[in-house]
């Protein structure tokens, strides 16, 4: 927090949007709080907040932070102000891992395997905090280097937040499978004297996420579907495009469940709403951005305006813009408003022209040209700058900077218009992905760390089939032309089998099933290929140390490892940084 104490200066930063500003500042405000008697929060030890909810012997921990370090250190520090206590259960809210990953900061797996402690997530959990990373993982980091600012220095001119809190954690993160699944819509459990009421609202914030209801203290846990901004219906790191309409309904519903008994409601991120009244204009009016933005996106496209032009046409209404916690901090309406169109009618505008574009680095050499070269469009570009019409500019020096990597020039000036729209993003997801380019035309690809989900918890949690079929995203084609064969592979020790395919450049994998006339049968125990799974043994080594069975031509292995790719992380996004 203290490379953030610039915020407390009292200074209006011209390079900062003043509504960003405020917020940046409201997220300052860190350390352990009681959101009503028997409920506490630890705030500001990471992006997202722990939340703990006093039992008959210990504590209910709701969303244990993003790694076990700071999760750790606010169980200690709550334990040390208000009297050490046994976390008894810990409840995922959803499955992104800043609210899962600091799980062995505050449990033991040992207590979690012999029942002393419960897990408690939404149905479909596992899968959904997993298959991202394992699909797009590589691409997914490399983006998040853009919308969250992970390599952006504090500053005025740099990173100032990220709306639902401050700043992503560093630390090692885990994951601890859940005993319990909620998988009703509504359920109803009681833990250690404390009765909860689950809602499942899969498909909003996240593919699995749930709200909690504690009739007993008239407290309502809004996850991550309401907090103190506006969200994504597009994260700009890369996901699944949310649904905005299912994310408005989630809140009616909760509204008319709970919202109308409810004396607070507290969340993952920002801070609490108290008073049945404030509780309601929040749900209401953030059900109805959600729902505004779904519908009006789909009026402005059933009349023509495509993915390409609503960004500058669409409008949340002025009663709902007016309002704190309506504004799109962590989302943006420009970005979101496209995610819409694009979640109902893809990506194409339906002009022919764009449907089998050329790719920038072969259509910007002839803009270049008909522009009469570089110089010209320079000349242009500054004056553009110096007037202050900077997307105007950046269409012109994206083009030249496209056709030139090498002209520093260009970049320099580029990076100038990327600086300037930065600093005018009231959303940090814009203001660090302007900036994040801009560092990046001036310096090349920053060398720094980034946060991962790399770990062997996560690399136990990746089922085999998804392993497959990750391998079959790595595969390099061109290697693969020639390859044909069929494989069995059967994993004993958890009664599985899979039937795995090499044909028209292609690896394939179906469970459950096995051919007849295989190539290659191999048989391995899942406890052994995780080995090959987290990189520490080859499938090939298991198989001349008898650790692994094969049966059939066992040159298939080699074939198919050789065939595959090793995806950088670092790789370049914008012309002429690599």
């Not at 609490?272 to 402005?300: A, S």
């Not at 496209?301 to 949340?316: C, L, M, P, R, W």
């Amino acid at each position: 927090m203290g490379s953030f104490d610039f915020l407390l200066k009292g200074k209006d930063y011209k390079s900062i949007h003043p509504s960003l500003q405020r917020q940046a500042i409201l997220n300052m405000n860190y350390g352990l709080y009681e959101v009503t008697p028997g409920i506490y929060q630890v705030r500001g030890f990471g992006i997202s907040n722990i939340s703990f909810i006093k039992s008959n012997t210990g504590w209910i921990v709701f969303d244990p932070l993003s790694s076990k370090e700071t999760a750790k250190a606010a169980l200690e520090f709550i334990n040390k102000k208000l009297g050490k206590r046994p976390v008894v259960a810990v409840v995922y809210s959803h499955s992104h891992a800043d609210h899962f990953g600091g799980v062995r900061g505050v449990v033991d797996e040992a207590d979690v395997l012999n029942g002393k402690v419960k897990i408690i997530a939404p149905e479909g959990f596992m899968h959904h905090s997993i298959v991202e990373w394992v699909h797009s993982g590589n691409a997914i980091t490399r983006r998040m280097i853009y919308q969250y600012g992970f390599l952006l220095p504090p500053s005025e001119y740099g990173f100032v937040d990220q709306a639902i809190g401050k700043i992503v954690e560093r630390g090692n993160l885990g994951l601890i499978p859940p005993t319990v699944i909620i998988s009703k819509d509504i359920e109803e459990m009681t833990v250690d004297g404390v009765k909860m009421i689950f809602q499942n609202t899969p498909g909003t914030e996240a593919p699995a996420e749930m709200n909690t209801y504690f009739p007993d203290f008239k407290a309502f846990w809004a996850a991550e579907n309401i907090t103190g901004t506006i969200h994504n219906i597009y994260t700009l790191r890369g996901a699944l495009i949310r649904d905005a309409l299912a994310w408005s309904k989630e809140i009616n519903k909760a509204l008319y469940l709970f919202g109308q008994d409810a004396d607070v409601m507290f969340a993952s991120h920002n801070w609490p709403r108290w008073g049945n009244k404030r509780i309601q204009e929040v749900m209401i009016d953030q059900r109805d951005t959600y729902g505004n933005l779904n519908n009006g996106v789909l009026h402005l496209a059933n009349k023509g305006v495509t993915i390409n032009q609503v960004h500058n046409v669409y409008k949340v209404p002025t009663s709902i813009q007016n309002k704190w916690h309506t504004r799109s901090y962590h989302g943006s309406v420009e970005h979101n408003s496209r995610a819409v169109i694009n979640r109902y009618l893809g990506y194409w505008d339906a002009n022919p022209a764009t449907l089998i574009p050329l790719s920038p680095e072969d259509s910007a050499p002839l803009y270049v040209e008909m522009m009469g070269g570089a110089t010209p469009i320079l000349n242009k570009g500054q004056e553009l700058y110096n007037d202050g019409k900077y997307h105007h500019a950046i269409e012109l020096l994206n083009k030249l900077v496209y056709a030139e990597p090498k002209n520093k020039k260009a970049k320099d000036l580029l990076a100038d218009c990327f600086e300037q729209i930065g600093y005018q993003q009231e959303s940090p997801s814009l203001r660090n992905s302007f900036l994040a380019g801009a560092f990046e035309l001036r310096n090349g690809i920053p060398k720094g760390e980034t946060p991962t989900a790399k770990g062997p918890d996560m690399a136990k949690a990746i089922t085999t089939q998804l392993w497959l079929e990750f391998l079959g995203i790595k595969l390099d084609s061109e290697k693969a032309k020639d390859l044909n064969f069929t494989m069995n592979l059967i994993t004993p020790d958890n009664n599985e089998k899979f039937v795995v395919t090499m044909s028209n450049a292609t690896l394939l994998s179906l469970q459950g099933f096995q051919d007849k006339n295989p190539d290659l049968t191999v048989t391995v125990n899942r406890s052994d290929l995780l080995k090959v799974i987290m990189g520490i043994k080859t499938l090939d080594g298991l198989i001349t140390d008898g650790t692994a069975k094969a049966i059939g031509d066992s040159s298939v292995i080699k074939k198919i490892f050789e065939a595959l790719d090793t995806f950088e992380l670092k790789f370049e996004i914008l012309p002429g940084t690599k």
